[in-house]
């Protein structure tokens, strides 16, 4: 149990010290389009550890940059947003969708999550018109995210059981 914890932090950090070098990152034109670098460790994460883990993860994460780097609106847009890409994100991995759809999907639910909130925030439906665009986004970057973990994830997790033991799933 101890590994896994061990394992949950040093995750913890990676998608930290993703979304830290992502502020380096200019937007691309379009406000709000990131490229969601620190998907790539919660992916892993999932994959590799478990549902929960990468929840844990992904939240711990959301509040320290949030903190660190943002605001608290930043932080209530992206638990939404991360909240309402998990659930889709683990929906599509129980039916054994691949893990390059399952981060296709969670980019764009990702974005689906914040354009709610942005709406509820704003009190106006014009901001729906911004959904094709971050639907494309989403998908162009979830696409990228989940390419590279899948190169990763198969590079590493026979080394990763093997190492840490059988206690981390």
Same mark, same amino acid.
């Given at each position: 149990?101890?590994?896994? @914890? /061990?394992?949950?932090?040093? !995750?913890? +950090? !990676? ?5 830290? @070098? ?9 406000? $709000?389009?990131? =490229? &969601?670098? /620190?998907? *790539?460790?919660?992916?892993? +994460? ?20 949030? *903190?660190? *780097?943002?605001?608290? *609106? /930043? ?33 764009? !639910? ?5 354009? @709610?909130?942005? &709406? ?13 665009? =971050?639907?494309?986004? $989403? ?22 059981? #093997? ?5 981390? #799933?």
């Amino acid at each position: 149990m101890s590994k896994k @914890i /061990a394992v949950t932090v040093l !995750f913890t +950090a !990676f998608a930290v010290i993703l979304s830290y @070098i992502e502020t380096f990152i200019p937007v691309i034109g379009i406000p $709000g389009v990131k =490229l &969601g670098l /620190a998907n *790539f460790s919660i992916m892993l +994460a999932l994959y590799l550890l478990g549902n929960r883990e990468a929840v844990i993860i992904n939240i711990v994460r959301i509040l320290l940059v949030g *903190f660190m *780097f943002g605001n608290m *609106f /930043a932080i209530v847009y992206s638990l939404a947003g991360a909240g309402f890409s998990y659930i889709i994100m683990i929906g599509a991995k129980k039916i054994k969708l691949s893990m390059v759809t399952v981060a296709i999907l969670g980019g764009v !639910f990702h974005n689906i999550g914040q354009i @709610i909130v942005a &709406g509820m925030v704003v009190e106006t439906y014009s901001v729906f018109a911004y959904v094709p665009v =971050l639907i494309f986004s $989403g998908m162009i970057t979830g696409m990228l995210i989940g390419i590279l973990a899948l190169f990763v994830y198969n590079r590493v997790h026979k080394y990763i059981f #093997k190492e840490i033991g059988s206690d981390i #799933k």
